[in-house]
Every structure is written in structure tokens, then in C-alpha cells.
């Protein structure tokens, strides 16, 4: 479903992706790892026209994504989540979920008012659990409150392909159990990319997991088969401690 | 339902009924250039207040309309001949720009459409290549001050620094009846409570929910599935229509349009008014061109040159005390009553 | 042939004051966010200190410190409160360069004022007016001395830290309220010894900095936001494009043509000739 074919990236010099060659099949959830700096996030800017590549392709079932600008992508069914949520504070839950699940809409359709809920909304709502802040200004949500509404508005646009980066960091352990099972039930039916630190989150919850290094594909392989890879024990969990902080690599 | 028409209700009938029978002839047509001046201020507070477009040049549709409208009183006017002010400028042959706007229904076409396609050209090439904020503000200024020196280069064709003036009738009714300027006053203020309730069903709609949303956060948007580029041009063009239609209204009302009118101060002023008034608020903006206008008036028949260090200081004080303006001291002290009264 | 280089000159020293006047505009709006429309009326507090003192030589160091002045005031008593808010400041600041204007007004007269020049500046070689040459040199001291203050005084280096990241200069222990002060005098009075320049090629009145301010920001959006090289070389762009737009259409049109090749340009470069690189998602 999604191929990255020797994306490369470069930042005055820096190369941020070197190479990088991802497939990610249809339906599956997968896990991105590594210590900073290793091209996670820059890898979803790169599948969500964020960030252009230097080289190489980027492909999403069949479509060449490399110069489409981000809301076409997001049209072919593409969305992500931001490390640090971005909502809109002077809407309402429900609006911006309902914001979220408008875009197929021509313009002028949505020069009429709201009438109710539309079922892609109600079903975000009911997922994210979100139903009693409905009408609350997403501005009053807690930090947990607002990934989940993030999560939710990336459910209502319907994707083929979710992309989220590091949606459980600043969680209390609640709310990341919470997150969890969230997670778990949305990549039932959807294929997901999750870009996380957390180790305790990622043996709970991954199954296949990439683990980035330097801009290039170390390991690829389930939890545990990463886990005792030397190279990456090397590299990612022998600098653990540092890397729980959950900074942006 | 009923109540929450009631206070757009009772400003309706003020200004409908009310005020032609109240106000003398000359106090009228002043209220009928402030409402002028508050079509414009309704579009600043859509683009800048709702779409967080800062737009400095306004005066450069509100323009586009005047001058389209003045065009065609002067062509009625002239029956076949040449505009005074072209014999006095020693023009001979009437210029083919001139021609189709001795039709009104082209010259009121124009008045709106001229600045709607000016604002889509601007719109596009500036907002796709996502330049923004502060840089939309100073391209939207250097618009206002090319078009005044080009107005003022062009003589034989706009009548230079003096504009246009001396206006006599339009649709065959003399400019200078009382009956005619109240006719027109009503005109006026019907077109702003049309534009307003129009604006205001357009900013509570999912579109408006929109527009903010690209306001707030542009880049987060576009992953939402939304050119915000579209988004911004519509409602730029939108409120750039409006300000034409403003200034084909304003020219029999007044009597003038001149590159005065138009230029980056007046731009300016406009925003000020908005911001007065209070941008995030659309009733907000189009009371703060009606006092701003008031205001300007009364000080500049008292003591013409204290008004600029009014203006200014007033302006100082809205922007650092109260950025949200009129409206945002109105709804403050009505949510402390609120809550007063509940405890 | 002759009429096409008279132009250049001309093009040359506009594109001079230009520089001056943007110098302090593209720092104080990559630093810190703000946009100073009394930027303008600094400039017309040099030509005013000017035609106080009568003496070019005089002048110049007076203007710098006059308008410098009046930059520190408006900094400390207003904007500091605003910063990384530049249209809120635009507006704010545009209430005081009419205040300004106002009080230039009462002070010396509504009427333009004529400066008379020093006679060491009358005459020329060749195609180049003394006067006009003499404000290309004032131009290329003030970016020489701009350009060592940025490279080579620890000030300067951590007025481009600040430029660069705020947050990380402050956290690595850099007065940034000192920086900015600083770098709003200098701005500040740059734009004052433009004020005297200008004196030179015109008259001067309450609104000289209105005709001038305009352009001065569309030389900060071509250049790049904070960027020396970029105010050096849109200013000269512009100051030769205006010239030459004048020369060869009529001069009401030159500004429409100076706008239009701005935003074509800007069609390839949208932030500017140069551009602080930063992954930061705004």
C-alpha cells in the first residue's frame, strides 16, 4: 500500500533520509523507531508532500506522491497526526471534527450551516470517547484530550492510511493505556504507521516494527526479534534513557 | 429564534425608519457615507477579523468602484460629448477604456466585479506561494500607494488629483433633491443589512468554521484536505466585492471620488475603524466605521488638526488597552452582569 | 544612450536610501517580529534635524542619534510589549508615525522646507552628481559598518543568535531585551542619516517618510526576512527598477510595474532571496 523506494532527504548538508526503503502492506500497523535525529518524522513529512525528497519515490496504492502538495495527498487518502496536536482552540470538538470530515465537499456546500452530526463524526466521537465534550471549545481539553481529538479528526477524514507521530508522548499512563486501545481498534480496519518512543507502549501494543538509524532502514522485524538485535541495542536501547524524553527527531 | 433577530431587528428599524424621519438632510447623508464606509468595514472584518487577512488596501476596491460609477454619471451627464474635467484636460476623442461605462448595468457590473477579479488575481498569485501575515499586509499597501500615483499620473483619463466631481443625476433623479439623498440613504443601508446577514450566515456556516480554522492554523489545514489558498482567495475576492459595491454607493452619495479617498491613509483608517470597533466581531466592525466616521467628522469641524493626534492616540490606546475593541468591552461587561446576576 | 545612463545614477541613490531606510526594517521584523510603520517618520526626523542644523558634516551624526532616540523610546515604552505580533504592531505603530507627523506639522510648518546644499557637494564627474555619489558612499558605510557590527563585535554575534532563534539565545544566556534595544537604535538611526540623504535630492516635509516607507518594506519582502545580503541587493533592485520603470513608462506607472515584478518574484522566491532555513512548522 505505501512504498518508499531510496527516499532521500537533505537539510543544508544534513542528510536527514539516506536512502531510506519502507513497504508497508495493506491493513498492517506498523511501529517506526530510533534515537533522535534518525528521520522518523522526516519520513512522514516526506509521505505527506511536508517535505519534498531529494531523491527517490514515494508511492500510495499505485500513486506517485513525490509534487503533490499536502491536501491533495491527504485527498488520496493520507492523513497524520502532528507531534504536538494542533487544534483548533476557538472551535468546538464537534466542529473540528466535523472540519475534518467535510473536505470532500465542494467550497460552497459548506457555506451552509450544520445541521446535527454526520455519521463519520459520531463515529470519531464515540470512539475517541469524546461524546461529553462535544460541544466544548477544543481550547479547554487537556493534553491527553487533545491527541485523542487529534486522532479522532484524522479518523473522520476516513483515511486509507493513518500516520501518527508519537501520539502517546506527554500521556499520563492512563491516558496512554487508553491511547493503546485505541490504536489497537482503529488498526482493526485501517492500515497505520505509528512513529512512538516508548518502549513499554511499543511491546504492549506493536507487532512489526522498523527501527531507523541515521536516515537509513536498520532492522526490520516483529517486537521481539528487534528487541535482541544487537545493532539495535547498540544504536536505540542502550541510549534508552535519553530517548523516553520524546523530543523531535 | 425571534431573539436572537432582535438586535439586528431594532438597528433595522432605527436605521430604516428612524432615521429619514429624524435626522435634518445633512446629518443624513452623513450616515449614509459612515454606512458607506461600514460595507467596507464588514468585508475588512470577514478578511481580517475572520480570515486573519490583514488587507491594507481596501481603498483600492472601494475604488475600483467608485471610479466605475463615476464614470458613468459623468458619460450620462455628458450626453455624447466629453466628461468636463477631459476638456479641461485637453483630451479630444473620448478614450476606449471610457466607452462601455456609459451602461449602467456594465459600470454597476464593473464597480463589483473589477475589484472581485483584482482580488482573485492578488489572492491567487499570492496566496498559493503561501506568502502571508505581515508580507500579504505591506503588498496589499504598496497596491493602495501605486494605485494613488497612477490614478494622479493618469489626468485626461481619471482627472488626476481632483478626482471626479460635480455629479447631477442619477437614473434621471437629481442628485440634489432631499428625496434623492434619502432614497439613496435607504439604498445604502438596505445593501449593508443585506451584506451583513449574508456575512454573518457565511461565518456561522461550516464555510466560516473553515475560515477560521485557516486563520488559526494554515499549515495544519492543508492535512485536514483544504487548499487554504482557495479559501483565503474566495473570501479576499469576497470582501473585495464588497468594497466596490461601497464605492459605487459612495459617489452619488458624496458627490466626490479622488485618489484622496482611496490611498493607503484611508486603507489604513478602515482597519483602524475595524479594529476600534472590534475585528472579531462582525457587528463590531461595522460600528466602528460608523463612530470612527462620526468621530472624525465632529473633531474635524471643531479643530481639524487635532484629530490626527486623536486618531493616533486613540488608535494606541485600542491596540495596547482593549485589542478587542468596542465589541470586546461590550461583551466583557455583559458577561460579568451575566455572572453577577447569577450569584 | 546619454538619457539611459542619467538613470542609473538616479536609480543608484534611490536604491541607496533604500537600503539605509530597509536595513533597520528587515532586522527589527526577522528579530523580533515587529513591523514599524514610524519607521518612516524616523526618516523625517533626520531631514528635519538636517534643516535645523544647517551642516551636512554635522548632520549626519545628529540625525543617527536624533532618530536612534526616538527608535529606543518607541521600543521600550510600546512595542516590547508586541513583539512577534507584526500586524498588531503595524497598526500600532502607524498610530504613532501619525502622531509624528502631527506634531512635525505644529513644529515646523505644514509647507515643505528646502535644505540647502553644502557647495562641496555641487558638480559632479561625468554622468555622476556629487550629491548622488555622495549618498551611494553613505549607503556603503552604513552596510560596512552594519556588517562588521554583525561579524565582527560579540554584540553583533549574538544580535544574529537572536535573529536566528530567540528562544535558544535567550536560554543560552543572551540579553535579548539589550539586543533589541540595540538593534532598534541602530535601525532607527540608519533611517535618520536616510532622512539627511534625502535631503539632498528634495525638499523635505511632515510626510517624506510616507513616500518612502512603502517601498522600504517591499525591499524586506524580496530580501528575506533579517537578511543583509538581501536588503543590500532588493534595495538596489528596486531603487533601479524604479528608476528605469519611470524612464521608460510614464511615472504613474512605475510603481504598479516595481509591484508586479515583486510578486512575480516573489512567484519563485516566496520568502525572499535568502531564507533562514528552520524546520519549524509556524
Redesign the interface.
Known amino acids: 500500500m505505501l512504498e518508499l523506494r531510496d527516499v532521500q532527504v537533505a ?2 548538508g544534513f542528510r536527514a533520509l539516506d536512502g531510506v526503503n519502507l513497504t508497508v502492506p495493506e491493513g498492517e500497523l506498523r511501529f517506526l523507531i530510533g534515537p533522535n535525529g534518525a528521520g522518523k518524522t522526516t519520513l512522514i513529512d516526506v509521505v ?1 508532500g ?1 517535505t519534498r525528497p531529494a531523491a527517490g519515490s514515494v508511492r500510495f496504492a499505485g500513486q506517485d506522491l513525490v509534487g503533490r ?3 491533495q495527498i ?2 488520496l487518502g493520507v ?2 497526526t ?1 507531534q504536538t496536536s ?1 487544534v ?4 468546538t470538538v464537534v ?1 473540528n471534527l ?3 470530515a ?3 465537499e465542494p ?1 460552497w456546500a ?5 445541521k446535527g452530526v454526520s455519521e463519520a463524526v459520531a463515529e470519531s466521537l464515540a470512539r475517541t470517547g469524546l461524546e461529553a465534550l462535544a460541544e466544548r471549545p477544543a481550547g479547554v481539553l487537556s493534553h491527553g484530550q487533545r491527541q485523542w481529538l487529534e486522532i479522532g ?1 484524522l479518523l473522520a ?1 476516513r483515511p486509507r492510511l493513518l500516520l501518527l507521530d508519537e501520539p502517546v508522548a506527554g500521556m499520563s499512563k492512563d491516558e496512554r493505556e487508553r491511547t493503546g486501545e485505541l490504536l489497537t481498534a482503529i488498526a482493526a480496519d485501517h492500515t497505520v504507521v505509528v512513529v512512538e518512543h516508548d518502549m513499554d507502549f511499543l511491546r504492549r501494543h506493536a507487532s512489526t516494527v522498523t527501527v531507523l538509524h541515521e536516515g537509513r532502514v536498520l532492522v526490520e522485524g516483529s517486537v521481539d526479534e528487534v528487541s535482541v538485535d544487537p545493532r539495535v541495542q547498540e544504536v536505540y536501547l542502550g541510549r534508552r534513557a535519553d530517548d523516553t524524553v520524546g523530543e523531535r527527531s | 429564534m425571534i431573539k436572537r433577530h432582535l438586535p439586528f431587528a431594532t438597528v433595522a428599524v432605527i436605521a430604516l425608519v428612524a432615521a429619514p424621519l429624524l435626522l435634518e438632510p445633512f446629518r443624513l447623508g452623513l450616515l449614509a457615507k459612515y454606512l458607506c464606509y461600514a460595507i467596507v468595514a464588514l468585508g475588512i472584518g470577514l478578511a481580517w477579523g475572520k480570515g486573519g487577512m490583514l488587507t491594507l488596501g481596501q481603498g483600492v476596491f472601494f475604488g475600483l468602484g467608485g471610479y466605475s460609477m463615476a464614470m458613468y454619471l459623468k458619460l450620462t451627464e455628458a450626453e455624447g460629448g466629453l466628461p468636463d474635467f477631459m476638456v479641461w484636460s485637453g483630451v479630444e476623442e473620448l478614450p476606449a477604456l471610457w466607452v462601455p461605462f456609459a451602461n449602467p448595468v456594465f459600470a454597476l457590473s464593473m464597480a463589483v466585479l473589477g475589484p472581485v477579479v483584482l482580488a482573485v488575481v492578488l489572492g491567487t498569485l499570492v496566496f498559493r506561494q503561501r506568502v502571508r501575515g505581515a508580507y500579504f499586509a505591506i503588498l496589499t499597501q504598496a497596491l493602495a500607494a501605486a494605485m494613488v500615483i497612477l490614478l494622479v499620473g493618469q489626468q485626461g483619463l481619471t482627472g488626476g488629483t481632483n478626482g471626479m466631481t460635480n455629479f447631477f443625476e442619477l437614473f434621471g433623479q437629481d442628485l440634489a433633491e432631499d428625496s434623492t439623498q434619502r432614497g439613496l440613504y435607504l439604498v445604502v443601508a438596505g445593501v449593508l443589512g443585506v451584506l451583513y446577514l449574508a456575512t454573518r450566515q457565511l461565518v456561522n456556516s461550516r464555510y466560516g468554521r473553515l475560515l477560521v480554522a485557516v486563520r488559526d492554523g494554515e499549515d495544519r489545514v492543508r492535512f485536514l484536505g483544504y487548499d487554504p489558498a482557495l479559501v483565503k482567495t474566495v473570501t479576499f475576492a469576497a470582501s473585495a466585492g464588497m468594497a466596490g459595491l461601497a464605492g459605487a454607493l459612495f459617489v452619488p452619495v458624496v458627490g466626490i471620488i479622488s485618489p484622496a479617498l482611496l490611498g493607503v491613509v484611508p486603507s489604513l483608517e478602515l482597519v483602524v475603524a475595524v479594529a476600534v470597533g472590534g475585528r472579531h466581531v462582525l457587528a463590531g466592525a461595522v460600528l466602528g466605521a460608523v463612530v470612527m466616521g462620526y468621530a472624525k467628522t465632529a473633531f474635524s469641524e471643531q479643530f481639524a488638526d487635532g484629530w490626527l493626534y486623536l486618531q493616533g492616540a486613540l488608535f494606541i490606546v485600542v491596540m495596547t488597552l482593549a485589542s478587542k475593541g468596542i465589541a470586546g468591552v461590550a461583551q466583557t461587561v455583559a458577561g460579568r452582569l451575566r455572572s453577577a446576576r447569577a450569584t | 544612450m546619454t538619457a539611459f545612463l542619467n538613470q542609473l545614477p538616479i536609480g543608484l541613490s534611490i536604491g541607496a536610501v533604500l537600503m539605509l531606510i530597509a536595513l533597520g526594517l528587515t532586522f527589527t521584523f526577522g528579530q523580533m517580529g515587529v513591523i514599524n510603520m514610524a519607521h518612516g517618520e524616523f526618516i523625517m526626523a533626520g531631514a528635519y534635524t538636517a534643516f535645523l542644523l544647517q551642516d551636512m558634516v554635522l548632520a549626519l551624526p545628529a540625525a543617527f542619534l536624533v532618530a536612534g532616540v526616538m527608535g529606543l523610546i518607541l521600543e521600550r515604552s510600546a512595542i516590547r510589549h508586541f513583539y512577534g505580533r507584526p500586524l498588531d504592531t503595524l497598526l500600532l505603530t502607524w498610530g504613532v508615525s501619525l502622531v509624528l507627523q502631527q506634531l512635525a506639522r505644529d513644529l515646523f510648518g505644514a509647507p515643505n522646507v528646502q535644505v540647502p546644499a553644502p557647495a562641496w557637494l555641487s558638480g559632479g564627474v561625468g554622468i555622476l552628481p556629487y550629491n548622488r555619489l555622495f549618498i551611494m558612499g553613505l549607503a556603503v558605510a552604513g552596510v560596512v559598518a552594519v556588517w562588521l557590527y554583525l561579524t565582527r563585535t560579540g554584540l553583533g554575534r549574538r544580535t544574529q543568535a537572536v535573529v536566528q532563534n530567540r528562544q535558544l539565545a535567550a536560554t543560552s544566556g543572551i540579553d535579548t531585551g539589550r539586543v533589541d534595544m540595540l538593534t532598534f537604535f541602530i535601525g532607527s538611526g540608519l533611517a535618520g542619516v536616510a532622512g539627511v540623504a534625502l535631503t539632498l535630492i528634495g525638499p523635505v516635509g511632515p510626510a517624506l517618510g510616507t513616500y518612502y516607507i512603502v517601498d522600504a518594506f517591499l525591499v524586506v519582502v524580496a530580501g528575506g526576512l533579517g537578511q543583509l545580503r538581501g536588503a543590500v541587493l532588493a534595495a538596489l533592485g528596486l531603487g533601479l527598477l524604479n528608476s528605469y520603470a519611470e524612464f521608460w513608462s510614464d511615472a504613474s506607472l512605475a510603481k504598479v510595474i516595481v509591484l508586479a515584478a515583486v510578486i512575480a518574484f516573489l512567484q519563485v522566491r516566496p520568502q525572499g532571496l535568502f531564507v533562514l532555513r528552520s524546520r519549524v512548522l509556524t
Not at chain 1, 88 to 91: A, M, P, R, V
Open positions: 537539510f543544508d505527506t511536508l502538495k499536502e491536501h491527504v485527498r492523513g497524520r502532528f494542533v483548533f482552540e476557538e472551535l466542529e466535523d472540519l475534518a467535510s473536505f470532500r467550497l459548506l457555506t451552509r450551516r450544520r479528526m477524514q
